[in-house]
């Protein structure tokens, strides 16, 4: 079956610390995309990449890195930059061309302990 | 600037109930517009998108919308809303000026809450 898989469902991060959040799909598309969700602020952009070795800062971008080294895989690294990273993380995809569908993983929840 | 408005942030209709969520967007000109559907904990689902045509889309569930370029607006009906239909609906558009990019901007959210 094709679709998006993100791994872990949670991830606890210790102050200092970088976490990697997993994003991967298997639907060929070309455009992938990172959202952070806080309750009553939807879905912001982090990070988007439309194609292998390339990606953009989306809205809200510092104290995030990604890479893009395959197209399948869009890992998200949340480092000791971020203050704030207790969320709802959100990977998506889609094929990059202006009104196509995102399709959305399951989202990992981060919480700081 | 472009934004994407559900002036709904909580309704609560009774089960077999007609339900109506709001959304207004600016953008400029007409604009593809997409509905999302998020239970909790969990991924968006699309449930129905506008790209051109016919104003009233069908999409999964049960649900339709209507694209007013008049209101700017692309309201989510229901005409009989199942307990399984509580979630959070999230209406969104387009980034303007990135029309190769595939970026979306998303409303708030709707929390539906379904009574018995």
């Known amino acids: 079956d094709g679709g998006i898989t993100q791994s872990p469902k949670y991830l606890f991060r210790k102050e200092g610390q970088n976490v990697t959040l997993s994003c991967e799909q298997n639907?060929?598309?070309?455009?992938m995309y990172w959202y952070r969700q806080d309750p009553g602020q939807g879905l912001r952009l982090i990070y988007y990449s439309q194609i292998v070795n390339d990606f953009q800062k989306g809205d809200i971008a510092e104290g995030y890195s990604v890479s893009r080294e395959k197209k399948e895989s869009f890992p998200l690294t949340v480092t000791s930059a971020q203050k704030n990273p207790t969320a709802f993380y959100l990977c998506?995809?889609?094929?990059?061309?202006?009104?196509?569908?995102?399709?959305f993983g399951p989202g990992t929840r981060l919480l700081v302990l | 600037a472009q934004s994407v408005t559900q002036p709904d942030i909580h309704i609560t209709v009774s089960e077999g109930a007609s339900l109506e969520l709001r959304c207004n967007y600016s953008y400029g000109a007409t604009p593809y517009l997409f509905w999302y559907v998020q239970s909790p904990g969990q991924g968006l689902q699309l449930l129905l998108k506008y790209f051109s045509g016919d104003t009233l889309v069908q999409g999964i569930k049960g649900f339709e919308a209507e694209f007013k370029r008049s209101q700017s607006s692309f309201n989510l009906r229901k005409p009989s809303v199942h307990w399984s239909d509580a979630a959070e609906y999230f209406c969104a558009v387009p980034k303007k000026g990135s029309s190769n990019t595939g970026k979306l901007i998303f409303g708030q959210g709707t929390t539906l809450q379904v009574k018995p």
């Open positions: 639907l060929n598309h070309d455009a």
């Open positions: 998506a995809s889609s094929y990059g061309q202006g009104g196509e569908t995102q399709y």
